[in-house]
Structure formats: C-alpha cells, structure tokens
C-alpha cells in the first residue's frame, strides 16, 4: 500500500552511463515531482508534472529528462552521468486541484556515480 | 524569487523537554502555504505539520505546533515532550501559488538530535 514508490533505491554507475529512476503513486495525485539532495542535505526542485505537461523547469543541465507516460508515473532518465550527479533523489507527489498542497515523498534513490 | 532560512544547522534537546526550531520567509505573495518535513536517518521524508497563510490560528499536531507570524514572516516549530524517535533533520518548506504553477522551496534544514 506504498503510496509513493521509486526503484531503484540504489544505484552504483560509472561516469558517461545513462540509467533511469522510475517514480509511481497510487494516491489519485495530479503532480509530481523530483527533486535532488546533496550531500549537505539541500533539496533543490528539479522538474514537476500536472497532468503530464511540464509546468516548472529549474535550470539542470539538459542530461536530465523527466518522462511520464501517464498521471501516475513520473521517471527520471539521466544521460551521461558526471560524477556531481551523486546525491539523492526523491520523487514526490501532491493534489492541488483538490487541495491536498503538501508532497509525499518517496523513498529516494541514492544514486553514485564512479 | 522566494527564500526560506533556516538559521539553526545544528540543534539538541534533552528527552521530554521542548525545543523550538526556527523559520523565516522572504515573500511578496499573500496566498501561500508553509510546513515542516522530517527526515530521519531513514531518509524519508514526512510531513509534520502545514499551515495556511490565511489563517491566523497556529497549526497543531499532538506534540508539534507551529508559531507563523505572517507579518514578522517567522514559522517556527515546536516539539514538546520530545522523544528519541524525533531526532532526524527538519526542513521548513514555503508553497507559492502562481500562473505556472505551485512551487516548494526548502530550507536548508536543522539536524536535531534528542539526548536521553
């Protein structure tokens, strides 16, 4: 009964591969998003989904791409991994069209980058 | 573009004392929601507590309850009776509503650590 789920919550790669992080939530949300923690525990926004279109795009480099192939799912490819890359990273959803304005999060997936 | 402080990195409390841990916001928006999230060692992160900048009295929640001051921009959290599971690092978080879109912005956090 996860509400909101990411695998994998580990991922070991080398420099200059491409992989990706899935995200799904099962409660009825109509946004996701993902964001990035550092190793000084920053949470920075990177992308979020109303509805699968793009409303909000910080400035990360294009390498990132968020990929929703329907409401319940928010994934997140990387090409070319850097060794900055590592952190943590979450996925999270929220409800505003039905006023639920607070995100859950998922379980993060520590991503290293070697 | 919209700030949250979080002046205190570290902070510690004794068992079944109380702490407060300290928020400020810089926006010119009047429609807009605060919370906290805590993260423990676990690294998941939850929900605390939520407030409504347009009501003027203080979220609670069993243990935790907030003082927003909305005109001083202060949303400070208060833990009473703390208990050895509330140590874990706690992120103050400010929601804007706007055109485009609602946005989050996080504090830095305080990390704090209950002593038994």
């Known amino acids: 009964d996860t509400a909101v789920s990411q695998t994998p919550k580990y991922l070991v790669t080398q420099m200059g591969n491409d992989k990706s992080i899935k995200c799904e939530q099962n409660l009825g949300h109509d946004t996701m998003y993902w964001y990035k923690q550092d190793s000084k525990k920053f949470l920075k926004i990177m992308f979020s989904?109303?509805?699968?279109?793009?409303?909000i795009n910080e400035t990360v480099p294009n390498r990132f791409s968020p990929k929703s192939p329907d409401k319940a799912h928010l994934n997140l490819h990387i090409n070319s991994l850097e060794l900055g890359d590592s952190a943590v990273y979450f996925c999270?959803?929220?409800?505003?069209?039905?006023?639920?304005?607070?995100?859950?999060f998922g379980p993060g997936t520590r991503l290293t980058v070697t | 573009a919209q700030t949250v402080t979080q002046s205190q990195p570290e902070m510690s409390v004794q068992e079944a004392e109380t702490v407060t841990l300290s928020c400020t916001y810089d926006t010119s928006e009047n429609n807009y929601y605060l919370f906290w999230y805590k993260q423990p060692p676990s690294r998941q992160m939850i929900l605390v507590i939520r407030?409504?900048?347009?009501?003027?009295q203080n979220a609670t929640e069993n243990r935790f309850s907030v003082n927003f001051q909305k005109a001083a921009k202060s949303f400070s959290l208060k833990i009473s009776d703390s208990q050895l599971g509330d140590t874990a690092m706690y992120f103050c978080a400010f929601m804007g509503r706007w055109n485009t879109g609602n946005q989050f912005y996080f504090g830095t956090g305080t990390s704090l650590t209950v002593i038994p």
């Open positions: 999270a959803s929220s409800h505003p069209s039905g006023g639920i304005y607070e995100q859950y």
């Open positions: 989904y109303n509805n699968k279109e793009l409303i």
């Open positions: 407030q409504e900048a347009y009501k003027q």
